[in-house]
């Protein structure tokens, strides 16, 4: 079974910026649609952004305009590239394979904090 290593997470000021990224084992990464969740504490898990294995994106409104979701198939990576960050980002994010079967990561803490 495919398996997701995140990365990138740690503390940042507001409006600062971090790039998460989600490497994948196997060969088959470029066949996958994957997505970027996150889970706040006491907060329920959601999506921030899609890619499918064709390159089309979609995002949650409350990161339009701030995050970009991408994916570099030649290393079998996703990525998050997140900009003005806000306290309200303060969250452990994870990729997960949208396609089934469903996969996700271990996670990563992201901490927007002064």
């Known amino acids: 079974q495919v398996q997701f290593v995140e990365s990138g997470g740690g503390l940042v000021q507001p409006g600062g910026s971090l790039r998460l990224s989600c490497a994948a084992s196997g060969r088959m990464f470029r066949l996958y649609n994957m997505g970027w969740y996150r889970q706040a504490p006491g907060k329920q898990r959601e999506l921030v952004a899609g890619i499918t294995s064709g390159g089309s994106v979609n995002y949650a409104d409350f990161v339009k305009g701030r995050f970009t979701i991408s994916r570099d198939n030649t290393k079998s990576t996703m990525y998050l590239q997140m900009n003005s960050l806000n306290a309200e980002d303060t969250a452990v994010y994870y990729c997960?394979?949208?396609?089934?079967?469903?996969?996700w990561g271990q996670g990563t803490q992201v901490t927007v904090s002064s």
């Open positions: 997960k394979k949208t396609t089934p079967p469903m996969v």
